[in-house]
């Protein structure tokens, strides 16, 4: 620890059992890579970017390339399974992108999730072709006191729970759970694996479902998918943090391909994907990669000047030379600076 700095070791039970508010503070590499990133467009290409927020928006290129599912290197849609989803889902706007990074999780796989919210988007898609955008409505049980009262709640995931927050206001809306039944609620989900607890909320649910006209073989489809969710799944909040990271990344590999190679190979290591796989990947998005040469290469990679070319050719590290030391690296960039190395002696 640091100097004058006390830690308590107590885990999120202790935390939440004295009822003190615990905070995760997350450090994702991308973020770091992402930094890096803008720094090198700037010092390449002129263009200042202050931080994610300068990054231009809803650009159709960007979309474009993660539909094909050409997302290496992409901040957390570059798994087998999320490259797999890619074009299932055909992201075109930035929710699409948070539905992305929610639905390939344990949650919505468990709770059957998955199929069902990709039929009714492509249903959307088919009837929107036809009677133009905004015009797709969905219809799902409801209450006789109101029967809109489920699709109001699912209304942006097509009907659909893929949101932790949703899985509880199905329970306070649809069983009429009060905030602590369904904080309770949260917590079974939360501790699913560990204490078992979600069961007990089960008979509670669907009874009262049941007593406010709901269908008993829905009302217990409703809990079952709620139970998902004791699998592992994102709060919405947490999955548009992250889907803004995705954009971001996505925007940075689509227009700047030399840039994102880059900040990968001196980000290692992070991600799924060897340096070797981040080379290939950057010469079929038509970056010319340049060897490791003992009178041109720093440690990162960097980025080098092409003859009437706008884009930079990725002169690679020294680091990417296997076993390489990094104090062997400061010491030729230094003993260069003399003038350039001639042979072995």
């Known amino acids: 620890a640091m100097e004058d700095r006390t830690f308590i070791e107590w885990d999120k039970d202790d935390i939440d059992h004295l009822k003190l508010m615990k905070v995760d503070v997350l450090a994702p590499g991308m973020l770091t890579a992402m930094k890096r990133a803008f720094h090198m467009i700037e010092e390449a290409y ?32 570059e798994s087998r399974a999320q490259m797999s989803m890619l074009p299932r889902l055909q992201p075109r706007e930035f929710y699409d992108l948070v539905v992305q990074v929610a639905i390939v999780r344990p949650g919505p796989i468990q709770g059957r999730m998955v199929h069902p919210y990709l039929q009714r988007r492509a249903e959307r898609r088919a009837y929107e072709r036809e009677h133009g955008k905004g015009s797709y409505r969905f219809s799902m049980p409801g209450s006789a006191a109101d029967p809109d009262e489920l699709a109001n709640v699912l209304r942006k995931t097509l009907g659909v729970p893929l949101f932790q927050e949703q899985a509880m206001r199905i329970a306070m809306v649809a069983a009429e759970f009060t905030g602590n039944e369904a904080n309770g609620l949260r917590r079974a989900m939360a501790t699913f694996r560990h204490n078992g607890t979600i069961g007990n909320f089960e008979e509670k649910m669907v009874s009262r479902m ?31 943090s992250f889907a803004h990271l995705v954009y971001v990344s996505a925007w940075v590999k689509w227009l700047y391909p030399d840039v994102f190679a880059a900040c990968l190979l001196n980000s290692q290591p992070m991600g799924f994907y060897a340096p070797a796989q ?68």
Request: charged fraction near 30%.
């Open 46 to 77: 002129g263009r200042r970017l202050v931080d994610t927020a300068a990054v231009p928006t809803e650009r159709r290129g960007v979309y474009n390339m993660l539909c094909k599912a050409d997302s290496l290197g992409v901040f957390q849609v």
């Open 210 to 240: 049941i007593a406010r006209g709901y269908d008993p073989e829905f009302a217990q489809n409703c809990f079952n998918q709620i139970k998902g969710f004791g699998e592992y799944g994102f709060p919405e909040s947490h999955a548009c």
């Open 278 to 345: 981040i080379v290939r990947d950057a010469r079929e998005h038509k970056v010319e990669v340049r060897h490791p040469d003992v009178n041109a290469s720093d440690w990162d990679a960097t980025l080098e000047a092409r003859p009437r070319r706008r884009r930079r050719a990725l002169r690679l590290g020294l680091r990417s030379i296997d076993g390489f030391k990094k104090g062997w690296a400061e010491a030729i960039i230094a003993a260069r600076a003399e003038g350039p190395f001639a042979d072995l002696d």
